[in-house]
Every structure is written in C-alpha cells, then in structure tokens.
C-alpha cells in the first residue's frame, strides 16, 4: 500500500486583550476599561505526508510486515504580547518572527507466528514523532515560546486469539515506550497560564489485556469488552 498526503496551509489567529474589571480596578486604584494585557499571534502550518507498508508470508506459519512513514512540517509565527497600561502583568514581547521546519522518517517493523488458525504471536518496533511549534498562550519570556519535536520508539510482544468458536476475542501484549524530548505542559506562576515544554527523556512499560466477548439474547446479539 503506498500513498500521499498533501494538507492544505492551515492558519490560525489568537488575540486577546484583556480588560481590568471594574472591582479590580477600585481595588487597585486604576482607571476603568484598562487592558492588563493585549496579544496578537499568528501561526501558518503546512503539512505533507508518505507512508507505505508490505507484508511478506515467507512460510506457511511466518509474515513480516516493513513500513515506514515520511513527515514534513513547516511552521511560520508572527507574535506580539504587550502590557499598553503599564500594569506589569505581563512583559512586553515582541513584535517577533519565528519559523519551524523539520522533517521525520517514522520506520515499523513486525514479525508474526501463526501456532493454528485461531492464535497468533507477534514481535513489533514502530517510531512515532509529534512535530514541534508554538506557544501562543501568555508568556512570561519569550525562551518559552517555542518547543522542540517529540520522538518514541516502542517495542512491543504479544499474542491475539479467536476463541469459543468466534464469540470471543482476546488480545494480551507487552510493551516498553522510550520518549525523547518528550511533550509537556508546564505551568508558569508568572503569568497564571500553561506552556508546552520538553522533558530530557522518559519510559513507559507496561502490560495490556483485552477480551471481547459475542453473547446471543433471544435473537438479538450484543459485544462486551473487558
């Protein structure tokens, strides 16, 4: 199977402007209808993607699958943040530029072991990437306003059954996650607000267990999962 994506340019614009309400400015002793802060920002993403896999029955028990997926993002921001009353809620950042560009190949690779037609066993790697970008939330810096990719790597065995003449279906794997410049959100007392970060590194290992059961009610059927 092979194919190709192409996404349209997808634009979006944030603005907030912020107004001290009425209590608030009694309390503080400002004027009524000033801003405690105003920001404008402007993100332009153009995405394109290929992806292809095969599988390969090279014995009457044995199929290998090999696929891979490629990953091209470009990101253009344009962003101002900026305290007009001088109320020092916010810091002045801005006007500023900025761009993202990167491309990921994501490769997966599987082996799998027919015992008989209703158990298999199977052996998967497989990458997955999550495309950096841009904050455009309220800032306290602007080091906070952009973020790196993320990258994973996962490993996983595990064993699928057809049992009970088809009525059920059970799935059991084992697996381990190894994240590189992992996704986060972080919050920023400063400013009240949240940011998306990147933590050094992280894992993940665990077991996963599913049972779908088919159960027959007079006529009428109905799937159960467990």
Same mark, same amino acid.
């Given at each position: ?20 309400? +009425?209590?608030?400015?009694?309390? =503080?002793?400002?004027?009524? #209808?000033?801003? @405690?802060? &105003?920001?404008? %920002?402007?993100?332009? $993403? ?36 900026? +305290?007009?009353?001088?109320?020092? =809620?916010?810091?002045?950042? #801005?006007?500023? @530029?900025? &761009?993202?560009? %990167?491309?990921?190949? $994501? ?120």
């Amino acid at each position: 199977h092979r194919d190709l994506h192409s996404f349209p340019t997808r634009c979006s614009s944030d603005l907030h402007i912020v107004f001290i309400g +009425d209590g608030l400015a009694d309390i =503080f002793g400002i004027p009524y #209808g000033w801003k @405690s802060f &105003d920001q404008r %920002a402007d993100v332009t $993403t153009d995405g394109y993607a290929a992806f292809a896999n095969a599988t390969y029955h090279f014995a009457d028990r044995w199929a290998a699958t090999l696929g891979g997926r490629y990953t091209y993002e470009q990101k253009d921001l344009n962003f101002q943040q900026f +305290d007009p009353n001088g109320l020092g =809620f916010v810091p002045n950042i #801005g006007p500023l @530029s900025d &761009d993202y560009s %990167a491309g990921e190949f $994501t490769p997966t690779a599987s082996l799998m072991y027919s015992l008989n037609p209703s158990w298999n066993l199977y052996a998967t790697y497989s990458s997955g990437y999550k495309s950096g970008g841009f904050n455009v939330d309220v800032l306290s810096t602007a080091n906070n306003i952009g973020f790196d990719a993320e990258r994973v790597d996962n490993f996983e065995l595990g064993a699928k059954a057809v049992l009970f003449d088809g009525r059920a279906q059970a799935n059991l794997a084992v697996f381990y996650m190894d994240y590189k410049d992992l996704q986060v959100t972080q919050y920023d007392p400063a400013t009240f607000s949240n940011y998306i970060g990147n933590a050094a590194s992280a894992s993940v290992t665990g077991i996963e267990f599913d049972l779908v059961a088919y159960m027959e009610i007079g006529r009428a059927s109905c799937r159960e999962r467990v």
